[in-house]
């Protein structure tokens, strides 16, 4: 059974730094396009960094210059790497994949099970 392991998270002064990282565990073919997502308490869910299957990037404008998402398409994982973390980055974050499963069958959607991310002083 596939699944989107994720890591990394914890707390951290502000200006510090984490790297985030999503893990698919069972059989898969390729990850394809991955996005890690945000949520804070009492906010909707938001939508931080996108990485396409061919490694374009997009990043909300609240984290662009500050964070980084990349993929290790051997290692079936995607990373974000956090820097000058704020206080209003504080939120649980959640990794989101489209998922080939083998070279010729269909493609899903998996979620993580989220990791908090604290940055306070």
């Known amino acids: 059974q596939v699944q989107l392991v994720e890591s990394g998270g914890g707390s951290v002064q502000p200006g510090g730094s984490l790297r985030l990282s999503c893990a698919a565990s069972?059989?898969?073919?390729?990850?394809?396009?991955a996005t890690w997502y945000r949520q804070a308490p009492g906010n909707e869910r938001e939508l931080v960094a996108t990485?396409?299957?061919?490694?374009?990037?997009n990043y909300v404008d609240s984290v662009k210059g500050r964070f980084t998402i990349s993929r290790d398409n051997a290692k079936n994982t995607v990373y974000l790497q956090m820097n000058s973390l704020k206080p209003e980055d504080t939120a649980v974050y959640y990794c989101?994949?489209?998922?080939?499963?083998?070279?010729?069958?269909?493609?899903?959607?998996?979620w993580g099970q989220g990791t908090q991310v604290t940055v306070s002083s």
């Open positions: 989101y994949a489209n998922i080939r499963l083998t070279g010729s069958g269909p493609s899903r959607n998996y």
């Open positions: 069972g059989s898969i073919f390729r990850i394809n396009d």
């Open positions: 990485i396409t299957s061919g490694g374009t990037t």
